[in-house]
């Protein structure tokens, strides 16, 4: 065992290695004793979360806020005129003497500025049909425009006035819309009152305040604001006819009236406050179908609407056990219903016309079937071949009886030859098609549209231009 002096000894510094210094010369290529040390580094802590967080900048708004519906009004606005587009030279204006005119097969007919107006009080036109490519607002006589021309025409005609029920239906851009305006635009030339819904889904879809109607079984329900609007739409496009026309029946309203207030005066009364617009709108209705006489005449009437299948199925409106409220309970549809079925009639003559929308149709089992009905009643199929009920949906009485005995207008492509080629010159005339219109040109476009869809060829031409 060592003794305690020998560890003492070893914790001792020798002395052979004191005073002993490492002798370096002045330049050596060793890499370590002549490298300069890299300074430290400092250390990174990484984030907790395992990411790396950048603290962003503060969106700082600037300008005015958006006001409520202004967004909605940006993206259905509709531009009527363009200012860098070629005047069309001898372009005949509609009117109510050429309305009926054979020969306008596929001519262009401009619409006047007073017709354009009220087509834009009520609603008529689309952001979707290219209004703002040409100088002023123009339309195309096609067959079918004729032929409902030639029919509305004939409704003023000596004798007793009768009633147009028609459904305009048709695939998607065939022109169903368009159709259905220039229905509007012929009854404005010829002095009828024009009461539009543009959209069906609108009343529908319960974006509206609604409230039940005293005293109706079944319960029916009012929208006070929607019919508010429709009431100021009715009254400005409506404005030269209503004017002219004088109360002449007795009312009970919530309000007194005078007894030599015009029409166009009561519609406003409905429009400024939507608590008696209902009211009103039926004060209206019964001024309007009340029998003409020589000391109070009364027009025409055109209700329209668009989007037909919105209104044959349940709305997304609640009752107050919250069941589904159906379309035909809302009041204003029930009463566009009950004359497009033939329920109730117009005393003096005038039109009921719905059309379809085939890019903005809901599922309507019940519609379907009944729609798909009258068209192969209309193109003469035989009765053992019409469309019979699906087994496995439900259908509703009421939609197959409203649409039993209806005419139905099925929209195609334009004619290759008249139709086709009208439109492509005008839009030749109008400088947005850069060529000349021949029959080849015609047939390779009519071809590429999809034998003449009207939407098609509007897309494929401007395609072309830009």
């Known amino acids: 065992m060592a003794s305690a002096t020998c560890w003492r000894c070893l914790l001792r510094p020798s002395d052979r290695t004191a005073g ?3 002798q370096l010369r002045a330049f050596t290529t060793f890499p370590r004793l002549n490298a300069t040390k890299a300074p430290a580094r400092k250390a990174v802590e990484a984030p907790r979360s395992g990411t ?9 708004k600037t300008g005015r806020p958006v006001s409520p519906g202004e967004r909605k009004a940006y993206r259905k606005r509709v531009v009527l005129s363009n200012g860098n587009a070629l005047a069309v030279q001898g ?27 009220q087509l834009r009080a009520v609603g008529a036109f689309r952001p979707t049909q290219g209004w703002g490519l040409f100088r002023k607002p123009a339309t195309l ?25 028609k459904i305009i239906s048709g695939e998607r851009g065939v022109g169903k819309s368009l159709l259905l305006l220039q229905v509007m635009a012929m009854a404005f030339s010829k002095g009828w009152v024009v009461i539009n819904i543009p959209e069906a889904q609108d009343i529908t879809i319960a974006h509206t305040d609604y409230a039940p109607i005293a005293k109706t079984d079944p319960t029916q329900y009012q929208q006070k604001a929607y019919t508010a609007s429709l009431l100021g739409q009715v009254s400005k496009a409506n404005n030269a006819v209503l004017s002219g026309l004088q109360l002449s029946q007795s009312h009970t309203l919530p309000i007194s009236l005078q007894s030599n ?22 004060a209206l209705w019964k001024e309007l179908t009340t029998p003409s006489t020589t000391d109070a005449p009364r027009p025409p ?16 409106y609640r009752a107050q056990d919250f069941s589904p409220i159906h379309a035909h309970e809302l009041a204003l549809v029930a009463h566009f219903v009950s004359h497009l079925s033939g329920q109730r009639s117009l005393p003096n003559g005038g039109a009921i016309i719905a059309a379809t929308s085939a890019s903005n149709s809901p599922r309507a089992p019940t519609y379907a079937l009944a729609l798909s009905q009258l068209e192969a009643r209309a193109a003469g199929v035989p009765e053992a071949d019409i469309p019979a009920p699906s087994p496995f949906d439900a259908h509703n009485v009421r939609v197959l009886s409203a649409l039993r005995n209806l005419d139905v207008i099925r929209l195609r492509g334009l004619s290759r030859d008249d139709e086709a080629r009208g439109l492509l010159e005008y839009y030749a005339a109008s400088g947005l ?7 080849q040109s015609v047939a390779e476009r009519w071809t590429l549209a999809g034998g003449g869809v009207v939407g098609e060829l509007e897309r494929a031409v401007r395609g072309m231009r830009l």
């Not at 668009?306 to 709305?315: F, I, N, P, V, Y």
Request: charged share 30%; aromatic share 4%; glycine share 8%.
């Open 20 to 22: 002993r210094s490492l």
């Open 141 to 165: 006589a096609r067959e079918e425009t004729v032929r409902l021309w030639t029919e509305m025409h004939e409704v003023e005609g000596g004798g007793e006035r009768r009633t147009l029920r």
């Open 91 to 117: 372009m005949q204006d509609l009117s109510a003497e050429t309305t009926a005119d054979e020969a306008l097969k596929g001519e262009m007919l401009g619409l006047p500025g007073v017709v354009v107006d």
């Open 433 to 439: 098609l850069r060529e000349k219109v021949s029959a």
């Open 52 to 60: 790396l967080r950048i603290k962003k900048k503060a969106f700082v």
């Open 261 to 282: 207030i015009s029409l166009s005066r009561l519609a406003d009364l409905g429009a400024r406050d939507p608590e008696i617009a209902w009211p009103i709108f039926q």
């Open 301 to 316: 009437v055109l209700f329209s609407l668009d989007g037909l299948a919105h209104t044959m199925r349940a709305s997304n």
